[in-house]
């Protein structure tokens, strides 16, 4: 059967199925019910940051925002001189209408955000714009909202005015409409308002359904997200700085919404037809319940905290299943599932993948490299394009009224700078979503630098740190932190002077919704400053479990709890700090409650899966695990998770799968590799996968840039995700060459002999010379912490790091090791640590410690057993001795095992047997 079809694809921005759910039970909401029962549905898992431009590009293009450029709502215009609202010309990349354009497919779209200037596709375009009008009176359509321009005419027609509403059209959101005063409560026309730009986008949309031929067809209204920022707090049940009068004014406006929205796709779906495929996608949710928030943060799109991080996705069509609910959707899936459908190949630079377990049948999946590589007529405008700024006036002051936004200031530079700034932080957002930590620490770092009081900067400035395993750094940035919010604090008699000032009547209404803007700022302030000084606590709770001190973690957030015994990160922090302690049981209880509090909160299923593995409840465990990839299946800690839990339950052929999708996402967890090789050399019986894996450990993953060539993708139909068979080989440069042994086994007398060969030695030289080592140590004091810190380590690629045996079992995974280990007689070891330890006064110099000799052995058979294990691991045995008495051979050795092309003879110069004096025969 081909796939090749008609596709109509809507979205509906911020729909969540908390609220369809309850209208579907009541009958409110006939034709999404109808819907669902002959199609496929479930979560879609948003992106952050969650800001509704960004978002609609990345399910329009299969890629995240910093592929595709667009980074937040408003952008600096061509000359650095102004401000605009973001444009179809910053898109860098292609998207779904400009590849069935170029494959002669007729393709449309209407409203889609953001799409102005509307592009040249083969079909029609209205942009967003489009529905866009003055409050008070009718204004022309933009130039550039419709393609071709000359059904300009025809589509004005279309565009329906707030005026033009009647009492019938708002007394469905607003039964009480005439008990309003409209001269003080503006909230009714802006009901009007939502109502007539979404009725405009429908007309416009089913306009081409009835009257043009199509192969394709988007269409986006963003009135539910507009009625759930302006009425989601009057949405049942009743919160508590609601009053009584706005709640039973405004109760009704979102479910009235969503009914509409139904009405609209009732029409839709009658003109699409039943042999079209149907879509319906939203970006995000939105909170309807006891987790809304009642403060937002003061930034610039605060607004997108009430944002939930599930949308809704479902589909309909030929050959697609019924009725049944699919996992692991992600916003970056939809375009490579349109791909699909038209039987067109997905490229591999797309970050998503199609849908597959919504078939049927399994569809074949082409693959191409890039469409960006692609020749021909996509239908996008000419590279040296440009727009008017000024012609987006109105939609700025649109965005203004939506909140997402701050008042242009009257100083142009400072509106670009603060537009600058505001990108980079959506960019560096990006790159933490996608875990590429490095490049999200160098955009915090300068933010941060710039306003150490801003939590948003601080905070994911630690987070980007804490990745990096380096904790002495964010403990100097919560410290300065902490510092400089203190000087933000509004004193009591302040606060009490601006509570009691009135506001002039004699100035416009204008000033005065300036002026109580400005007042309310202030008074919220402090309650704002509370909430990070709270976070901040959080966050500190989380440094000392890094540190390994959970019992003061605990305590910490204990007294947290007192103030704040709801919060939901409270309560996963206590969690994991249980888990720390290994007390199962309570953490399973506060993993419950976090539950009972957000049922579909992803974090709360993963630890309870860790506790039940733990445990060794390993049926349980799989069970919460896929309760937590089900909410959000991009997450490669829970397939390693879901990975171990099968692997010790017996289950490897599906503990295989799990491993490869985890490693699919994160190649760099080193233990899924590990853990696989050990699978398929002892359990699925197949060498030749597990030499394939083996090949990833000898050419370094460090050196496996982004640009690096997938050169097989296997799509696995029961998991929905590629699987990367093969990475491209490049030279092997950042191995961490390792020196180890015990205390006083020669390690000192390996790293001059590497420092003789041109090796770059990581050592701070903090430890001096004396008589037990003259020629130095080379040691470095961030060794020492190797256990709660392995930030450093990124330090040591490509050098030589003297590591003693004990704390060879902390290294990660993430890194290749070649591994010096020098094997000295135990007794001369024992005596050399005795005499120096004596010397220094530390131990009597007749009493030796009795049972060293057996913990030291264990060590070394240790040691042995956890590198066999380890695919990352090479090590190569020195004897002592034999350096010492032959010190050219043993130097060849080493120059064959790190492969580095050095003068032996000169290295082995450094051999100086005089120091050889604890001799043991």
């Not at 306009?207 to 192969?215: R, S």
């Not at 997402?404 to 979503?433: F, Q, T």
């Not at 956890?866 to 001795?881: C, P």
Request: aromatic share 10%; glycine share 4%; charged share 30%.
């Amino acid at each position: 059967m081909s796939l090749k079809r008609k596709v109509l694809l809507i979205g509906w921005d911020a729909a969540d199925w908390k609220i369809i759910n309850k209208l579907i039970a009541k009958g409110q909401m006939p034709s999404m019910h109808k819907f669902l029962q002959t199609g496929v549905y479930g979560n879609i898992a948003t992106l952050d940051p969650p800001f509704s431009p960004m978002l609609w590009t990345t399910i329009a293009t299969g890629v995240r925002p910093d592929k595709h450029g667009i980074l937040g709502f408003t952008e600096p215009d061509t000359a650095k001189s102004g401000v605009r609202p973001v444009s179809s010309v910053s898109r860098k990349v292609k998207a779904i209408w400009n590849i069935l354009t170029h494959e002669g497919y007729k393709t449309h779209s209407v409203g889609w955000w953001p799409s102005h200037p509307a592009e040249p596709v083969n079909g029609i375009m209205i942009s967003n714009h489009y529905q866009k009008m003055n409050k008070d009176k009718p204004v022309p359509l933009l130039k550039g909202t419709v393609y071709p321009k000359k059904l300009s005419p025809l589509f004005s027609h279309f565009r329906i005015h707030p005026h033009e509403l009647t009492q019938e059209h708002l007394l469905p959101f607003v039964p009480d409409a005439a008990k309003i005063d409209q001269q003080k409560d503006k909230r009714l026309s802006l009901i009007a308002k939502n109502i007539a730009e979404c009725s405009s986008i429908h007309a416009a949309a089913t306009w081409i359904l009835e009257n043009q031929e199509w192969d394709f067809l988007s269409v986006y209204l963003d009135t539910i997200d507009h009625f759930c920022h302006g009425f989601m707090n009057f949405h049942p049940p009743k919160m508590q700085n609601v009053s009584d009068k706005d709640f039973e004014l405004y109760k009704d406006v979102v479910n009235s919404a969503y009914r509409y929205h139904d009405m609209m796709l009732g029409r839709l779906l009658e003109l699409a037809g039943e042999d079209a495929t149907v879509i319906i996608v939203s970006d995000h949710g939105f909170h309807s319940d006891h987790l809304r928030p009642n403060l937002l943060p003061d930034e610039p799109a605060g607004p997108a905290y009430q944002h939930r991080d599930y949308g809704i996705f479902c589909m309909k069509g030929p050959g697609i299943k019924k009725g049944e609910r699919i996992y692991g959707a992600s916003l970056l899936d939809v375009t490579p599932t349109l791909l699909t459908l038209y039987d067109l190949p997905v490229g591999k630079d797309m970050d998503g993948v199609p849908l597959v377990q919504s078939f049927v049948k399994q569809p074949e999946i082409k693959i191409i490299p890039s469409w960006e590589d692609v020749e021909g007529e996509f239908g996008m405008h000419p590279k040296e394009f440009r727009e008017d700024p000024y012609d987006a006036h109105e939609s700025l002051k649109q965005l203004v009224e939506l909140g997402y936004i701050e008042e242009p200031s009257e100083d142009i530079e400072e509106n670009v700078s603060r537009i600058i700034k505001e990108s980079e932080y959506n960019l560096a957002r990006v790159y933490i979503g996608a875990r590429r930590y490095d490049k999200a620490l160098r955009i915090f770092e300068k933010l941060n630098a710039a306003e150490p009081e801003k939590g948003r900067f601080a905070f994911r400035l630690i987070e980007c740190y804490k990745y990096e395993g380096n904790i002495e750094r964010c403990e100097e940035i919560l410290s300065e932190f902490r510092e400089k919010i203190k000087d933000t604090i509004i004193p009591d008699s302040e606060m009490k002077k601006i509570a009691g000032e009135k506001i002039p009547e004699n100035i416009s209404e204008n000033e005065k919704e300036i002026l109580s803007k400005k007042r309310y700022k202030k008074m919220v302030n402090n309650r704002r400053v509370f909430k990070e000084l709270l976070q901040a606590d959080l966050i500190e709770g989380e440094l000392l479990i890094l540190k390994g001190k959970f019992k003061e973690a605990l305590e910490k957030y204990y007294k947290i709890q007192k103030v704040a015994s709801q919060s939901i990160s409270l309560n996963i922090k206590i969690a994991n700090a249980f888990l720390k302690l290994e007390k199962w049981e309570e953490a399973l209880q506060s993993f419950n409650k976090v539950l009972e509090l957000d049922p579909e909160n992803y974090v709360a299923f993963h630890g309870k899966a860790i506790a039940f593995l733990r445990k060794g409840d390993y049926e349980k465990s799989v069970d919460s695990v896929l309760d937590s990839i089900n909410l959000l299946y991009n997450n490669p800690m829970a397939h390693y998770l879901l990975g171990e839990a099968l692997f010790k339950y017996g289950d490897y052929e599906n503990a295989e799968k799990a491993f490869n999708i985890c490693l699919a996402m994160a190649p760099d967890i080193g233990k899924a590799r590990n853990t696989l090789i050990e699978i398929y050399e002892k359990h699925l019986k197949q060498p030749e996968k597990a030499e394939h894996l083996k090949e990833y450990f000898k050419n370094s993953k460090n050196s496996v840039t982004e640009n690096t060539i997938k050169e097989d993708v296997e799509f696995i139909p029961d998991v929905n995700l590629k699987t990367v068979n093969l990475i491209e080989k490049k030279a092997n440069n950042d191995t961490v060459i390792v020196v180890s042994g015990l205390p006083r086994s020669g390690t000192s007398l390996m790293m001059q002999i590497l420092e003789k060969a041109g090796i770059d030695i990581f050592s701070d030289s903090k430890r001096k010379p004396d008589e037990n080592n003259p020629k130095g140590y080379y040691e470095h004091e961030a060794v020492k912490r190797l256990a709660r810190d392995k930030g450093w380590l990124k330090q040591t690629q490509g050098k030589a790091v003297k590591i003693i045996a004990q704390l060879l079992f902390a290294l990660p995974d993430r890194y290749n090791y070649k591994i010096i280990f020098m094997n000295r007689n135990i007794n001369e070891i024992l005596i050399s640590q005795h005499k120096m330890l004596a010397e220094q006064g530390k131990v009597k110099p007749d009493m030796f410690s009795v049972g060293l000799q057996n913990a030291f052995l264990k060590t070394l058979e240790r040691t042995q057993a956890w590198a066999e294990k380890k695919h990352n691991v090479e090590i190569l045995y020195i004897n002592h001795r034999d350096l010492i008495l032959n010190p050219n051979s043993e130097v060849e050795k080493v120059a064959t095992f790190t492969r580095k092309n050095f003068n032996i003879k000169d290295a082995a110069s450094v051999v100086d047997q005089k120091l050889y004096r604890v001799k043991v025969k």
